[in-house]
């Protein structure tokens, strides 16, 4: 009993200070918003900024993130044309469409006549009905080759050539190599821009708790004076710079998510006219949380930083 009475006498201590340093916490957490609240216009101002310096990297992502989605559905840009000898026939062809389907890297084969390809040819040039005033039709058997996502076309395109039957292939890859080269510089931009505006967003919050600290110059130096630790002055400027980079990236978050709607009817018309299907895509949950998050850490940071220069300047030791 003794024993067990000591060791509750040893773990209450613990136990109280856990519950003090709580206590502490959750005021300056809940005291800090109050002094925003105090302060609104100033204090509207400062989140709207970090918000505008926020939105655009995101928005940037967002966009990338919805061109990417696109290019995925562009199924006919790249397929495979590969024109067969002339001496090759119907059947040759058939039977050299249905072999070629069955490899893994390609989705189908359309095998397409000469007569349909000529057809094809008169309706784009638009010459009226070609094949009734020629003869003997130049053109060969010509396969369009769909490839599955993700084959590597290069390597595709070598491997039909190769096939005897086939006497040529075009294939246009340069749109494909810059579209995925635009992309990735935008993707370096992207994280480029979100870097720097991350800085922006700790310069921003250190220089409005400056302010705040400028306001409260007397008060801090009294406390400092009768024995206040430095933790203690530091916390609720800790606090109020969560505070704004939290409400600055909620704010982002919800521009970003009010240009989605307002671009969704005149998206949804665009698609329309090409027969397609597009809804543009909101930031996805692990965004959000980097987003607002990450805005709020970089608040706390700005705030440490200038609060601490400040603590040195009241005692040098």
Do not use: C
Not at 119 to 130: T, V
Not at 270 to 298: D, K, M, N, R
């Amino acid at each position: 009993m003794s024993s067990a009475r000591r060791g509750g006498q040893e773990q209450l201590p613990g136990a109280a200070g856990l519950r003090a340093w709580a206590r502490r916490h959750a005021f300056s957490f809940l005291s800090s918003l109050g002094s925003l609240t105090r302060q609104p216009i100033a204090s509207s101002m400062t989140v709207i900024v970090l918000a505008v310096a926020l939105t655009l990297p995101t928005a940037l992502y967002v966009t990338l993130d919805n061109v990417e989605r696109i290019s995925q559905n562009w199924e006919r840009l790249d397929t495979i044309s590969a024109f067969l000898s002339e001496d090759v026939g119907e059947s040759e062809a058939m039977r050299l469409a249905s072999r070629l389907s069955n490899w893994s890297e390609i989705a189908s084969v359309d095998p397409i006549s000469p007569k349909t390809g000529l057809a094809e040819l008169s309706g784009q040039l638009d010459l009226g009905d070609l094949g009734d005033r020629i003869e003997d039709n130049p053109l060969p058997w010509v396969l369009e080759i769909y490839p599955t996502s993700g084959a590597d076309m290069a390597v595709l395109v070598h491997r039909v050539e190769r096939e005897s039957e086939i006497e040529m292939t075009v294939v246009d890859l340069q749109w494909l190599e810059r579209l995925d080269a635009i992309l990735e510089v935008i993707n370096q931009l992207i994280v480029l821009l979100a870097l720097l505006f991350a800085i922006g967003v700790a310069f921003i919050t250190a220089n409005t708790i400056r302010m705040d600290i400028q306001n409260r110059r007397e008060e801090i130096e009294v406390m400092a004076l009768v024995g206040a630790t430095a933790g203690f002055v530091r916390r609720p400027f800790l606090y109020s710079g969560l505070w704004y980079g939290l409400l600055g990236g909620a704010l982002a978050w919800l521009l970003i998510r009010t240009g989605l709607i307002v671009l969704s009817a005149p998206i949804a018309r665009l698609s329309g006219s090409y027969q397609t299907e597009f809804q543009l895509h909101a930031p996805g949950p692990e965004v959000t949380a980097i987003l607002i998050l990450g805005s709020g850490l970089f608040g706390i940071i700005g705030s440490w930083l200038v609060v601490s220069q400040h603590l040195r300047r009241i005692n040098p030791g």
